[in-house]
Every structure is written in structure tokens, then in C-alpha cells.
């Protein structure tokens, strides 16, 4: 199991890159084109703006990968390794449950906008397409969060600290 989440790490940590990469090319084009040639790119800019937002979510799932996401710990760090699990888990199970949510609802949004047809302005794109990263990384995410659900119960039942 921990070879296929090492795995999945390192896949997500790609598109991250390469998403990140992408933009700051583009977003150097659009520079180059306004001031050199007093023009823009509308196509380039466009794409910037899904990069952009597949970019965020993508680093939800990184902070999940990494542990790094946003809590609030100052409570929980105050008790005892078992209750402060006991939170961690509680937690966790919260965002599990919501993670669940989004990935269901992502589905039925990328369905119906899916039989809408309906495409981006400029470059076409599909709009459903742009529309699964809802579902893919909150799915993706949820993996970790079972993960940490895991390590949380093992701290309560005394097998790890």
C-alpha cells in the first residue's frame, strides 16, 4: 500500500510541476506579446485560467499527500497522543464525508455538463473536461485522508504513537 501511495505522490507532484511550468511559460508569452508586439493572446490566457485552477486543487491534494494541510492544532496538541488522535480522526472522518460530497456531486456536475455540450470561448475545451477535476482530486485526496484515518485509529489502539 505504501508503494502505490509513494507512487501516486510522485504522479500528482508531476502534474503539479508541469501545470505550474505551463502557466509560467504562458503567463512569459503573454508578457513578450503585450510588449513587443502591443497584442495578447486571448487563447494563452485562457489556458492560464484552467492551469490555474487545476493547479490549486492539484495542490490540495499535495498538502493531503504531504500532511501540510491547513488545521488548527493548538487544542488537540494540548492532550495526551491517544485523545489527540481521537480529534485527528474525528477530523479526518469530516473531511472524508466532504471529500465524498464533492466527489459525488463533481460527478453528476461533469454529467450534466457533459450532455449540455458546452465548451470553453476560446479554446473549445470541453467543459466537462475541465469540470473532473473536482471529482479526480477530491477522490484523490480522500485516499491519503483514509491513510491518515489509518495511522489515527493505530495511535488509538496503542500500536504506534
Known sequence: MKKLLD???KVIEWIGIVAAGLMFLLLTY???I??????SSPASSELVSYLFIWFVYIGMVVAAKNKSHISVTMLAD???????ASINLAAHLCWLYFSGYVVYIGIVLVKKVSL???ASPIL?????ILY???PVTFAWSAIYIVR???EEIRVIAGKEE
Open 7 to 9: 507512487i501516486l505522490g
Open 30 to 32: 503573454q508578457i513578450l
Open 34 to 39: 503585450r510588449i513587443f508586439f502591443r497584442g
Open 116 to 118: 449540455l455540450g458546452s
Open 78 to 84: 494540548a492532550f495526551p497522543p491517544k485523545v489527540r
Open 132 to 134: 473532473m477535476i473536482l
Open 124 to 128: 473549445h475545451i470541453p467543459f466537462h
Open 148 to 150: 491518515d484515518i489509518v
